[in-house]
């Protein structure tokens, strides 16, 4: 019980892995932002081709999973804590700041672990979003090559710039 308080820390520390899911806060924030800016960045569907298809990086997410679930424990863990820490009852003016200090550290690594896995979800999302707007891209690409070989030209949709829609127009014959 010791070696698990030492590294989960207990009641009266911050637990020291609260500086990794920090770092890790800060890195799928930065994933989020990236991947969701509304402008054009050549590389980011790319990006997301290469983690979903690699197989090197398929090792990735397997161990992008294991942190989730291991900061799913380690929330579960704090909430039971919290949850013994307010059931104490203080004596005297020492041992009640100690617990109010106490409650503002579990409860400052209760908001950034229940951050870190929310962003986790929508970091997942956001890259699920991107690969399934990739291939109705090829596919829309596909359709509009398959309707200029037999001989008509896709109506562009004014306002949707670069994008190919609506209705089908023949070729004008000269």
Do not use: W
Request: glycine share 6%.
């Amino acid at each position: 019980m010791v070696f698990l308080e030492g590294i989960f820390g207990n009641e009266f520390d911050a637990s020291p892995l609260m500086t990794a899911v920090t770092y890790a806060l800060i890195v799928e924030a930065t994933g989020i932002i990236f991947l969701s800016l509304p402008f054009q960045i050549k590389f980011r569907r790319t990006l997301a081709e290469l983690i979903v298809t690699s197989p090197v990086l398929s090792t990735l997410r397997i161990v992008f999973l294991t942190t989730c679930g291991f900061l799913s424990f380690m929330l579960a863990d704090n909430i039971l804590r919290l949850q013994r820490l307010n059931a104490r009852v203080p004596t005297n003016v020492v041992t009640a700041e100690n617990l109010h200090a106490s409650r503002n550290r579990l409860q400052r690594d209760l908001f950034i672990l229940a951050s870190t896995l929310f962003c986790a979800v929508v970091l997942y999302q956001v890259e699920l979003l991107l690969l399934r707007m990739g291939r109705y891209r090829k596919q829309r690409n596909a359709l509009a090559d398959q309707v200029r070989s037999l001989g008509a030209e896709p109506v562009k949709v004014l306002g949707l710039e670069g994008a190919k829609g609506g209705k089908v127009i023949p070729k004008k014959r000269q």
